[in-house]
T-cell receptor
Framework: DSGVTQTPKHLITATGQRVTLRCSPR?????VYWYQQSLDQGLQFLIQ???????AKGNILERFSAQQFPDLHSELNLSSLELGDSALYFC???????????????FGPGTRLTVL | AQKVTQAQTEISVVEKEDVTLDCVYE???????LFWYKQPPSGELVFLIR??????QNEISGRYSWNFQKSTSSFNFTITASQVVDSAVYFC???????????????FGSGTQLTVLP
């Protein structure tokens, strides 16, 4: 168990819908990252937050957005869903407040999104 | 930009055989971190090892060992006496640090599917 939690574990929805994926980082970690894993694209970085602020953006579509709240949990919002958005979405955390290696990312179990 | 290449898409071995998973990386940064993650059939990504660019010492952890060679930009992973439970997809990844506080995103290789047959 990495200490990173993600909900829900599975999500099945229809095209055009909007969903929210939730992530709670390891206790004390300040950074949250979102990744998408699909068969054709592999593991792709979407976005990073550090202590509530957006830090970096990767291959994130305009239909997708995220935020990190004061308690450091994060949500990834996916809207106007398309069939191609079906994937495994991972959240990772790193950068503990004290001690540890700030550069090691620990991953949650993922949310498997199926768009029908 | 960073790039990680795992040329072996699939490897199949018989239990107790040794197996080496190859990883080649590209980066212009002088400070960087290399990682290996394991993704078993259950789907989660499990952290195995982190190595920074200034530490070229090889590492051994039980049946696992890692060979980091900056001269060839490689960070290979060897499993000795493989077991069926080692069957998984293994990802090599690279990140470079921000100036302070946190790491930048991981750039992953495409992964190597390892199947260990009984």
């Amino acid at each position: 168990d990495s200490g990173v939690t993600q909900t829900p574990k599975h999500l099945i929805t229809a095209t055009g819908q909007r969903v929210t994926l939730r992530c709670s980082p390891r206790s004390g970690d300040l950074s949250v990252y979102w990744y998408q894993q699909s068969l054709d694209q592999g593991l792709q970085f979407l976005i990073q937050y550090y202590n509530g602020e957006e830090r970096a953006k990767g291959n994130i579509l305009e239909r997708f957005s995220a935020q990190q709240f004061p308690d450091l949990h994060s949500e990834l919002n996916l809207s106007s869903l398309e069939l191609g958005d079906s994937a495994l979405y991972f959240c990772a955390s790193s950068a503990p407040l004290s001690g540890g290696a700030p550069d090691t990312q620990y991953f949650g179990p993922g949310t498997r999104l199926t768009v029908l | 930009a960073q790039k990680v290449t795992q040329a072996q898409t699939e490897i199949s071995v018989v239990e107790k055989e040794d197996v080496t998973l190859d990883c080649v990386y590209e980066t212009r940064d002088t400070t960087y971190y290399l990682f290996w993650y394991k993704q078993p059939p259950s789907g989660e990504l499990v952290f195995l090892i982190r190595r920074n660019s200034f530490d070229e010492q090889n590492e051994i952890s039980g049946r696992y060992s890692w060979n980091f060679q900056k001269s060839t930009s490689s960070f290979n992973f060897t499993i000795t006496a493989s077991q069926v439970v080692d069957s998984a997809v293994y990802f090599c990844a690279l990140s470079v640090p921000w100036d302070s506080g946190s790491a930048r995103q991981l750039t992953f290789g495409s992964g190597t599917q390892l199947t260990v047959l009984p």
